[in-house]
């Protein structure tokens, strides 16, 4: 198996870099034939990946401990599913992983032009190739998967405990891949229309879909994130701040800011310069983000072994940068296009100031999160920039954008009518200030959590009350499907009301308790009447789980675990999650005395966090339907599609 | 009782304003208990063998020991500056969750304000510079009246059922 | 021209963001540096595991070598056999090795010690004010106490008994008495 794996790795090496190299020529030259190589060279190459892959899960379920890669992270304990999960379980299994799904993606855009051809198509083809030498250079260099040990050990050390501990490990990082590896296609197409020299802006509705693809992904995979935070580390939170969790979350804003902004290019023929910069910038980002997850650089509870991958990542970093945005530079001239903007409130208006949230807030946690980086350069002092900092830094800011959620799609584009706008907003107004009114006579003390709330309720009925109007007024469900892109939109912020009000509640309303019980003995919490019951004890293949039952009168029990692997000193907690649509019961057990006579519990009343996961799903099905290509139909009575701007046509 | 709907939402619009207005003045109310004072200042302390968790969230049995230290000298009356300067005495600067305020790690709070007034300077500049851009235009040759106001109903209702 | 200009900005933009981040390799993020080393070591006076009880600022004019250790932590097995020879050698010649046991039970403790025949003085850090006084992240930790009552040194994870004798020869040699 190492042999096999090695040398295909090998093998995929050469191909990508024949496949950049045929493909550029192809672009230059203009010859067909060599583009049509080059997509040959591209379905070759994710034939040889998943050979790879194959590979290296075969070892996995093999137990071939040759194999360093196998034996620091599996076990013959290891339940098969976790085994197959143990892909990705560190540094250079993942990278295999990601050099399959950046493969996928590639032989995706080869086959999805295979009859139309746009002119940057070429380019970009090379630039997805170049990206992929990159990652298989560093799986053939610094990090090796198929690096074999000297003596095999007769049995491995397992994966991490963490990441054998729920099954939420099978979903959260490939989505998390899927949606990063995405944006390579948005870059590559950028590029390519950058290098093409290609004055137009026909790339830019091309790569809208593709952007949607990766940010689905991407909504997912951080939705996901958090929801493992939450049932599965046992602190009663979702979001820590962690400098990976952080470094995340920015290409995820700047391509919500480009999927804003596109709609100024297509419709005005603005913002071409922009657009074509925040494409570069969310492939730059996520890359950085790379960087410092897999260059411990930072500490953070997502690091990764010491790998010597750092310098690696920094110099593909720094080549992107140069590289994109020299490109734009370089071809600044042809990125200008006239902007017109006929009045302040206006749909133009509302996109920019939409973008300028976004970014800022890109800008607060990229910084916040490699300050403590800066300072020690600097000084060498060493500090720390906490959850507390990006909380009250950014409420602001996302509360503005909530605003915008909730008046812009209200909006037309080029200049409003007073009077109209004003009759569209009159319901979602009226009952977010009734929402404000009620949450401060009801006690809530926090001004921003009552603007919080006010302003969900503000994006919820407006956006729901256009959709109420399309599905009245203009003929029902087919309005719907003829102006899906629309109708999604307003979906998407739905969600996204729905995930703050989840954030508002359970960040200002949660009460939480700590305390120890003997065995029958109960405490009253939150108004439940909470009794210790007494320690389970199941002995499991490759671990030991010490279930700490309590009773909830009325309402069945909580089963918080602790969970001992060997190959970990302290023991795994699992909380235990009683999930409502008002609020959750959460219990996790701290630490047992006496052989489990005696408990220390902690109990949380965790108000709208289920808003949260559903908000986050809404978000997602919004974007698929906006991505969703619509049905060619060639009828010749169907009305031909409506255009608004000369501007802006293109392939998508 | 019909009401004109930019009254409606004038009002529902001072409503807003005065209530937070009101809720910003009074501030969080009464002195708060001394369990939530010790989760106030724990809060605020990096549990420092924990990667990013408060010494309130961590369940860690350094963080569960450095909260009953807080306790007690919440009880034996030291202010919570006091204690929070005897953590960082010990721990240094990173045991706080956020940067001192002092020297160049200081410089962390003036980032976000500066962040968001360079952003509205920029937008404000650019929208600026696209207004006047219309300005220039020149005005569109005069259709006749019945025709102008023809064109004007039709694109009244192209804008109602436009996609996207 | 412009385009040149345009081109000189973003390489050294680019290559300054590359400057800075590049200093972050090669350093380890888990290790922080203690803010005690070269301050006043905080008094303390706990309780003997079987022995009297231990004030610290009664061994000024002595080397203090204060080592934090529990008797489940296997890291201080291993070291045990550094810190019984730096005792034995220097226990005549105005240093102490004073263990300081913490997080940990009274009989766990005991065990160990007979087991590992400690024959330092022990005490014990029941509520472990000393041990959040000295920053402590973890165990092992050893702090090198000098005759003035300062911290000179600070230890995390396994003791080298060579290079702690080497510093404590450094000290007894410069040391005024």
């Given at each position: 198996m190492?042999?096999l ?6 093998f ?5 870099a024949a496949?950049?190299?045929v493909?550029a020529?192809?672009?230059r ?8 190589a ?13 050979v790879?892959?194959?590979a290296?899960?075969i ?8 194999l ?22 560190a ?21 999805r ?5 746009p ?6 083809l ?9 990652y298989?250079?560093l ?7 198929f690096?074999?040990l ?6 491995g ?13 099978a979903?959260?990082?490939?989505f ?17 229309a ?10 830019v509705?091309l790569?809208?879909r593709w ?14 994130g958090?929801?493992?935070?939450y ?7 979702y979001?820590?701040?962690?400098p990976v969790?952080?470094v ?9 800011a480009?999927?804003?902004s ?10 071409r310069?922009?657009?074509i910069?925040?494409v ?13 997850t ?5 500490s953070?509870?997502?690091a ?31 990125l ?14 509302a ?9 800022a807030?890109?800008?607060i ?18 500090i ?6 990006f909380?009250?830094a ?7 954008v ?7 799609p209200?909006?037309?584009w ?9 009759r569209?907003?009159?319901v ?11 949450t401060a006579?009801?006690g809530l003390?926090?001004?921003e959590?009552?603007?919080?709330f006010?302003?969900a ?7 729901g ?7 009245s ?7 719907l499907l003829r ?9 998407v912020?739905i ?10 509640a359970?960040t200002n309303?949660?009460?939480q ?7 029958g003995?109960s405490?009253v ?7 210790y019951?007494g320690?389970e ?22 089963t ?12 795994i ?12 019961l ?35 099905l ?10 060619r ?10 255009r ?5 046509a293109?392939?998508? | ?10 009002l ?24 939530q004072q010790?989760?106030q200042?724990a809060?605020?302390?990096?549990c420092p ?21 807080i306790?007690q000298e ?10 929070r ?5 010990a721990?240094g600067d ?9 020297g ?10 500066g ?14 510079r ?16 019945a ?10 209702r ?7 | 021209m412009?385009?040149?200009?345009l ?7 680019v ?9 972050g ?28 009880a231990?004030?610290?600022s009664?061994l000024?004019?002595q ?7 529990a008797?489940w932590?296997t890291?201080?097995?291993?070291e ?10 220097y226990r005549?010649?105005g240093?102490v ?9 009274t ?18 850090d029941s509520?472990s004010?000393t041990?959040?006084a000295?920053?402590?992240r ?14 000179v040194?600070?230890t995390i ?15 007894l040699?410069a040391?005024?008495p």
């Amino acid at each position: 198996m190492a042999g096999l794996g090695a040398y295909a790795l090998l093998f995929a090496l050469v191909l990508a870099a024949a496949g950049a190299v045929v493909a550029a020529v192809g672009a230059r030259s203009q010859r067909p034939e060599l583009v049509a190589a080059a997509r040959r060279i591209a379905f070759g190459l994710l034939a040889t990946v998943v050979v790879v892959n194959g590979a290296m899960l075969i070892a996995l379920l093999g137990n071939d401990f040759s194999l360093s890669y196998v034996a620091g992270n599996s076990s013959r304990e290891t339940p098969v599913f976790f085994k197959v999960l143990s892909l990705w379980a560190a540094d250079d299994g993942s990278l295999l992983f990601w050099n399959l799904i950046l493969a996928g993606y590639l032989t995706a855009v080869a086959l999805r032009f295979r009859t139309e051809r746009p002119p940057t198509f070429p380019y970009a083809l090379s630039v997805l190739f170049a990206v992929q030498v990159f990652y298989l250079v560093l799986v053939n260099g610094p990090a090796r998967p198929f690096a074999t040990l000297a003596a095999a050990p007769a049995d491995g050390r397992g994966p991490a405990p963490l990441l054998q501990n729920h099954p939420l490990m099978a979903v959260h990082p490939p989505f998390l891949y899927l949606g990063f590896i995405g944006f390579t296609v948005p870059f590559a197409f950028g590029v390519a229309a950058l290098l093409a020299g290609t004055g137009s802006d026909a790339w830019v509705s091309l790569i809208r879909r593709w952007t949607l693809v990766g940010w689905c992904f991407l909504t997912v995979g951080l939705v996901l994130g958090a929801l493992w935070s939450y049932s599965v580390l046992g602190w009663g939170g979702y979001w820590a701040w962690d400098p990976v969790e952080n470094v995340a979350l920015l290409p995820w804003l700047v391509s919500t800011a480009f999927l804003h902004s596109i709609m100024l290019q297509e419709r005005r023929g603005m913002a071409r310069l922009w657009n074509i910069s925040l494409v570069i910038g969310a492939f730059a980002l996520m890359t950085f983000g790379t960087f410092l997850t897999r260059g411990s650089v930072l500490s953070s509870v997502h690091a990764f072994a010491q790998s010597a991958v750092g310098p690696a990542y920094l110099v593909f970093l720094g080549l992107v940068l140069l590289g994109g945005f020299g490109l734009v530079a370089w071809r600044l001239p042809t990125l200008r296009t006239p902007a017109r903007l006929e009045s302040m409130v206006s749909r133009e208006a509302a996109l920019v100031g939409n973008n300028m949230l976004l970014l800022a807030a890109t800008a607060i946690i990229l910084l916040g999160t490699a300050f403590p980086l800066v300072v020690e350069a600097a000084t060498g002092e060493q500090i720390t920039v906490g959850g507390p900092y990006f909380q009250s830094a950014l409420a602001p800011v996302f509360l503005l954008v909530l605003l915008l959620a909730g008046t812009a799609p209200l909006l037309p584009w080029r200049t409003v009518n007073r009077a109209r706008a004003v009759r569209r907003l009159r319901v979602p107004v009226v009952a977010a200030a009734l929402v404000v009114v009620g949450t401060a006579v009801a006690g809530l003390a926090d001004v921003e959590a009552i603007a919080g709330f006010g302003l969900a309720t503000l994006v919820l009925v407006a956006n729901g009350q256009e959709i109420v109007t399309g599905l009245s007024q203009h003929g029902g469900m087919r309005a719907l499907l003829r102006g899906r892109r629309r109708y999604a939109g307003f979906t998407v912020h739905i969600g996204l009301a729905l995930l703050a009000i989840g954030i508002t509640a359970s960040t200002n309303l949660a009460q939480q308790t700590q305390v120890t019980l003997k065995t029958g003995q109960s405490t009253v919490f939150a108004g439940h009447t909470l009794r210790y019951e007494g320690l389970e004890t199941d002995q499991q293949a490759q671990r030991i789980v010490l279930t700490a039952r309590v009773s909830v009168a009325g309402d069945g029990a909580l089963t918080p675990r602790m969970n001992l692997y060997p190959a970990a000193a302290d023991p795994i907690g699992s909380p235990s999650i009683h999930r409502g649509l008002v609020h959750d019961l959460y219990a996790s057990v701290i630490s047992l005395q006496d052989d489990g006579d005696s408990a220390t519990f902690r109990f949380y009343r965790n108000p709208g966090v289920t808003w949260l996961w559903i908000g986050g799903a809404l978000m997602a099905l919004g974007g698929i339907a906006a991505a969703w290509p619509p049905r060619r139909r060639r009828r010749p009575d169907e009305r031909p599609q409506r255009r608004a701007a000369p501007v802006g046509a293109g392939v998508g | 009782m019909r009401v004109r709907p930019g009254l409606l939402v004038l009002l529902a619009l001072a409503a807003v304003l005065a209530t937070l207005g009101i809720v910003a003045v009074r501030g969080q109310g009464a002195p708060v208990s001394r369990a939530q004072q010790v989760q106030q200042i724990a809060a605020g302390l990096h549990c420092p063998i924990c990667k990013d968790l408060s010494v309130a969230d961590s369940p860690a049995p350094l963080a569960q020991q450095m909260r009953a230290q807080i306790e007690q000298e919440l009880a034996a009356g030291r202010s919570p500056a006091d204690i929070r300067a005897g953590f960082v005495a010990a721990y240094g600067d990173s045991v706080l969750m956020t940067p001192p305020r002092h020297g160049l790690a200081g410089t962390a709070y003036a980032l976000p304000l500066g962040i968001v007034a360079g952003g509205v300077l920029v937008v404000i500049v650019l929208m600026r510079r696209w207004r006047t851009g219309a300005a220039d235009e020149e005005p569109a040759e005069r259709l006749p009246a019945a025709q102008r106001l023809a064109v004007r109903r039709a694109v009244e209702r192209l804008r109602e059922e436009e996609p996207g | 021209m412009r385009r040149w200009v345009l081109l000189g900005i973003v390489v050294a933009v680019v290559t300054a963001i590359v400057a800075v981040l590049s200093t972050g390799l090669g350093r380890d993020p888990s290790v922080t540096s203690s803010p005690l080393v070269g301050k006043a070591a905080p008094d303390f006076t706990l309780a003997g595991l079987d022995g009297p009880a231990v004030t610290l600022s009664a061994l000024r004019g002595q080397v203090v070598v204060v080592n934090f250790w529990a008797s489940w932590c296997t890291e201080c097995h291993e070291e045990q056999a550094a810190l019984d020879t730096t005792w034995q050698r220097y226990r005549d010649s105005g240093v102490v090795v004073l263990g300081i046991d913490f997080q940990d039970t009274t009989a766990g403790a005991r065990d160990y010690v007979h087991q590992k025949g400690l024959s330092y003085p022990v005490v014990q850090d029941s509520d472990s004010r000393t041990a959040l006084a000295y920053g402590i992240r973890g165990i092992p930790e050893t702090f090198l106490i000098d005759r003035t009552g300062q911290i000179v040194d600070r230890t995390i994870g396994l003791l080298n008994a060579d290079a702690l004798a080497g510093r404590i020869d450094g000290m007894l040699k410069a040391g005024a008495p």
